[in-house]
Structure formats: C-alpha cells, structure tokens
C-alpha cells in the first residue's frame, strides 16, 4: 500500500526559489529605510504564553476568540503561536527593563499565525514587518511612523497606489462613553444588523464600524460619531499631527469609522489601503497604544506602532511594480573538462572569486563534462561570464574567460581572473 503523500497544512505556504528573491529585494528595502531612521530589530519567540494575548489583544476579539493556535505544552501551560508581534515586543521589553527612562525604535519581521479562512494576501501562518516605538508620546512621533511607511511605498515603486486612512479614537473613556452610544445606536436598529454585527455589538461595538456589509454602512451614516466624543487632549494630538503631515505633503481621508481591531489601541490609528489587490485593501495599519505596558506589568510608557503584511505587499509590488526583483541570475559560471584535476581547480579558482568578488553570485559545474551541455547550463542560469579550466589551462596556470553576452574570450594568467571578470562585469 502507498502511504499518503504529505502535504503543506492549508493556509502555510512554501516559499519557492521563483519567489524569494522578489521577497529579498523588498526586505532589502524596507530594512534600508528603517536603518536610515535609525531604528534596530527585535526578535521575539514564535511561541508565548496564551495569557499575554489575552491580555493585550482582548478576550473578545476575533482573534483571541476564533483565530488562536493554542496548545498545551508537557508542563499543561497554555501556551500560543503569535497571532501578532506586537505584544511579544512589549512583553521583551518588560522583562529585558528597555522602557525604564529610556526611548526604544524597534522593528521585526517574522511569521506570526491565525486560523482564518485563506485567500489571496490572508494566510494562516504569514509574515509581518513590523514597527514599535516607546517613550515618545507627541504627535511627532506618529507622523515619523506615517513619514517612514511612505518612504517605504516611494522606494518600493508602489506609492500611486497607496492611500492613506487617518483617524482618532481618543481616551480610554472617551471610547467607553462612545461605546454607550453606539450600543444603543444599534439596539434600535438589530433587525437592519447581520449576524456578525449582532455578535459583536456588545462584546465589541467598535468593531462593527468596520464592517463590510454595506447595508449596514448605510445605518452608520446615522450613527452617533465618534469625533463628538473624544477628549480634548486626543483632539488636540490629532490635529497636531493633521499639521504636521500637511506640513509634510503627506495625502490622507479622514475616516472617522477606522478603528482597527485590536483592543489596544487608543488616540492615533491609521491605514494605508490599496484598490490595487481587490477585497484586500489593507497594506498597513497601526497606532497608538499608550495604556498597553502598564497593561501587562510595566511603567507608563506611551507607544506607538504599524505591522504590514510581508505576503500582501509582495502582491501589491508584483501587481504594479513587477519590474521590482532581485537579480537572481548569476554571475560567473565555472566550466571544466571534467576530470577530477579540473573540476579540483575550477572549485578552487570559484573560491578566489569569492574572496575577491563577495557580493557576485558564483556557480561550479559539478556534473556533465560535456562543453556544449556546460555552456547551454550557464546560459540558463542567465549567467554572465563563464570561467573554463581544462587540461591546456592546468599546464599553462592560467583560465579561459568569456564574456557570454558578447561572445568574446580571453585567456589570461590564473592570478588576474579577478581583475578580469570584475572588468567585464
């Protein structure tokens, strides 16, 4: 009987050589910029304890309630593969004292895990670049954030199809008084509210301003506004940073109906959305979350943050900049006759072009010796030069170059194979 071929689980996808290196030149950007603002990278467990995202996310969001890969360990804790980093950040810096009197830029990337339906851009284990910052509680530092992420956008070609969505959610009890009114907003209104609203309309009120139904967008046209009711402070940070983004030139829509969906959050939340991949809008998304160190033991400490989807973003620089990709052809290509005294020279000379050419990728033949299947291999790969060593060039201490996009050759002394390929290249 034939066993069962294993597959990948639903929703985790492999990443295959024809895709990394669009993923490596999009990395590669997106870490140049954060290093130019002069932020330094984290790295935290794949796996935390259960409690510490149900005390950061919120025991009533879709993602603690329905979304969460929770086990328990030999030990019987409960115990969560991350459904977000940001949590994992702040329980580091916590327990490592980086919060006390001191401001931390952070940034991550990593794979973090819910149990969602899959689709284009949302998968079950999918990968976050993230950024936290604490100890600054201004509106200059939310306009930093929203500064770096259209950085981001410009350097990765995409930034015509970017916009950005700004909002307020205020103070703690200023959302609680909203709260109080949207509820009873929306009891008046249940036989024009679909089952997930009514789910969520006590548990979570919020969060039903976000919803995609447009008839209930219709009944919130209605609704009591959430800008009626922030605090002065959270109005005053908010049109602080307005100013400071128009000072900038930085586009936005005000949408009083973004809240994100995280319990965490308070004054400044933003997106950037796209209509460039369909129903999955979101590029980015973030905000403040001032209260969330003290909520899981720390000092006071004001933050603020954005993740973005490494997944989506790869779709959205494929859509409408595919031009944006690593070189993944390679370089130099060594040849030889075949016997093992060549292919012994051809991997040592491929070691001195290393030494000599770092950042050039190298390949050495180590199978046909057949010349023509050799070139026709090289050709290929896209590569550029090919290096020949065979029993004339042994004897003589020396190599065969040819430059593959000229068809020109020369043979030159095996110390000078360096200097000669970089001038070609």
């Known amino acids: ?219 919130l046209n209605q609704a009591p506004k959430l800008f009626d009711y922030l605090d002065e402070e959270s109005k005053n940070h908010f049109d602080g940073l307005c100013h400071l983004l128009d000072k900038a030139g930085i586009k936005y829509n005000i949408n009083q109906r973004l809240v994100r969906g995280l319990d965490y959050y308070n004054r400044t939340v933003f997106e950037w959305v796209t209509t460039s991949l369909g129903a999955q809008g979101t590029v980015c998304g973030g905000g403040r979350y001032d209260g969330l160190v003290s909520q899981l033991g720390g000092q006071p400490t004001p933050a603020v943050g954005f993740a973005m989807g490494v997944e989506r973003l790869v779709l959205l620089v494929q859509a409408v900049n595919p031009s944006l990709n690593r070189d993944s052809s390679i370089d130099i290509y060594m040849i030889s006759s075949g016997n093992e005294q060549t292919i012994s020279a051809a991997q040592i000379m491929a070691e001195t072009l290393r030494d000599g050419l770092p950042d050039r990728r190298i390949v050495t033949n180590y199978g046909s010796s057949n010349f023509k299947k050799q070139f026709a291999k090289a050709d290929k790969l896209g590569a550029k030069i090919a290096v020949i060593i065979g029993e004339n060039e042994i004897a003589n201490q020396s190599v065969t170059i040819k430059n593959l996009q000229t068809g020109e050759q020369v043979e030159v002394a095996q110390k000078e194979i360096v200097q000669t390929c970089l001038a070609i290249l």
């Not at 973090?112 to 670049?129: D, L, N, V």
């Not at 950005?164 to 709260?179: D, F, K, P, Q, T």
């Open 1 to 219: 009987m034939t066993e069962k071929k294993i597959q990948s689980i639903r929703g985790m996808n492999d990443l295959l050589p024809s895709d990394s290196a669009t993923w490596q030149q999009i990395e590669k950007i997106v870490k140049n910029v954060l290093n130019s603002y002069g932020y330094n990278e984290i790295r935290t467990p794949i796996v935390e304890e259960t409690a510490l995202f149900k005390r950061a996310v919120g025991e009533v969001t879709d993602i603690v309630e329905k979304e969460m890969y929770t086990f328990n360990n030999r030990s019987d804790e409960s115990l969560t593969l991350r459904p977000e980093i940001t949590a994992g950040c702040v329980r580091a810096g916590i327990e490592h004292g980086l919060f006390y009197n001191q401001e931390q830029r952070l940034w991550y990337l990593g794979p973090a895990f819910r149990y969602e339906k899959p689709q284009k851009g949302r998968y079950r284990q999918f990968h976050q670049f993230g950024v936290e910052v604490f100890g600054l509680e201004g509106p200059n530092i939310d306009a930093e954030l929203i500064l770096l992420t259209a950085r981001f956008w410009k350097a990765l070609g995409i930034e015509k199809h970017t916009t950005l969505e700004l909002n307020s959610i205020g103070s703690v009890e200023a959302r609680g008084n909203y709260r109080n009114a949207l509820v009873s907003f929306l009891e008046q209104h249940k036989d024009k509210l679909d089952e997930d609203c009514l789910r969520r309309m006590y548990t979570n009120p919020l969060r039903v301003l976000d919803s995609k139904n447009p008839d209930v967008q219709e009944l």
